[in-house]
């Protein structure tokens, strides 16, 4: 059985003002106070978009995300107003300041890779000596990056450069760092109660009526790296892979097949079984980190399904 997928959309709301199509979102301004952001099945790897889309993807990313914005409202602000449709989530448009936040409990991925080649200076945040691959920090760090435009990559950037450009004042960076902090705090909690480890995580801010708020998702697999808790220090001391939960699988699929995004290589064939075994996988990340199993919701027609839902809700605007 061949399953709906949302690769692409081009709908017409009321008080459309304009749309913007990410690598996986796409976002329509609604009369220049509102966002409906649509998580589309899309999946991005190595800045590519892969050519065919993953069932339910979308409706994972945007229910976990919904959940922890609502499981965080104590902690910070955010944009989030409704979800709209499985796939839809609304809110108020916020002015983003162009860096995200990125908050690292342990040393791994590029934060290990930058250690390992002997950096001991990330973003501006001293790292000790003699650490090793996937080794808690005394405290979690903070190590943005710049938020890149379309086909651009997010660059390391510290904290002094951040006032320095004037991509926030003195005052805001410390909220900034304070609400990613304090979010981190509460997502290792959440994650442990569920046998997870929270590993890293990226958070972006924008402004609102002044007030700082929180945007975009938070802690799904898409911008959240996982590890499962049971084992991990087994592994760790014994130097192996630490057993994850994130999209990692993905890349490492796509490593195999030869492919990295550089220039001349060719995206592998996405088979429907590969596509099927990245669904599976995608359900088993949900139930992991919600605790909640994962209710499809298939719809022959997806667009009319978002359309009719986003259009009765902007009524009740």
């Not at 199509?21 to 796409?26: F, L, N, Q, T």
């Not at 499985?86 to 590029?110: D, H, N, Q, W």
């Not at 890293?200 to 007030?211: C, I, N, R, V």
Request: charged share 30%; proline share 5%; hydrophobic share 35%.
């Amino acid at each position: 059985m061949i399953m709906k997928t949302l690769t692409k959309t081009d709908f017409l709301f009321p008080g459309q003002k304009n749309v913007y199509h990410g690598k996986v979102r796409d976002v329509y301004n609604i009369n220049d106070d509102k966002l409906v952001m649509v998580a589309t099945d899309r999946i991005s790897a190595f800045d590519v978009v892969l050519p065919e889309g993953i069932p339910f993807k979308g409706q994972m990313l945007n229910q976990i995300a919904a959940k922890f914005l609502d499981a965080t409202r104590d902690i910070c602000p955010n944009w989030k107003l409704a979800t709209p449709d499985p796939m839809v989530t609304a809110g108020v448009r916020c002015k983003g300041f162009p860096v995200e936040m990125i908050v690292r409990g342990y040393l791994c991925g590029s934060a290990w890779r930058t250690y390992k080649s002997g950096a001991r200076e990330i973003c501006g945040v001293r790292i000790p000596d003699g650490m090793r691959e996937n080794e808690k920090f005394p405290e979690p760090i903070v190590t943005p990056t710049t938020k890149a435009g379309q086909g651009a990559h997010d660059e390391d950037i510290s904290k002094k450069e951040i006032i320095d450009k004037g991509f926030a004042t003195l005052e805001d960076y410390a909220t900034l760092e304070k609400y990613a902090l304090e979010l981190f705090k509460r997502g290792t909690e959440i994650a442990a109660e569920r046998g997870l480890i929270l590993v890293d995580t990226k958070y972006e801010f924008g402004k609102y009526d002044d007030d700082i708020y929180l945007m975009d998702e938070i802690h799904t697999p898409d911008s959240s790296r996982y590890f499962y808790s049971e084992g991990y220090r087994e592994r760790f001391e014994k130097g192996e892979p630490q057993k994850q939960l994130s999209k990692e699988f993905v890349r490492e699929w796509l490593m195999e097949n030869g492919f990295q995004g550089k220039a001349g290589q060719q995206v592998p064939e996405m088979t429907p079984t590969v596509v099927e075994g990245i669904t599976d996988r995608y359900i088993e990340l949900y139930e992991h980190i919600t605790g909640e199993t994962f209710v499809k919701n298939e719809d022959e027609d997806l667009i009319a399904r978002i359309e009719k839902n986003v259009d009765e809700w902007l009524a009740l605007k």
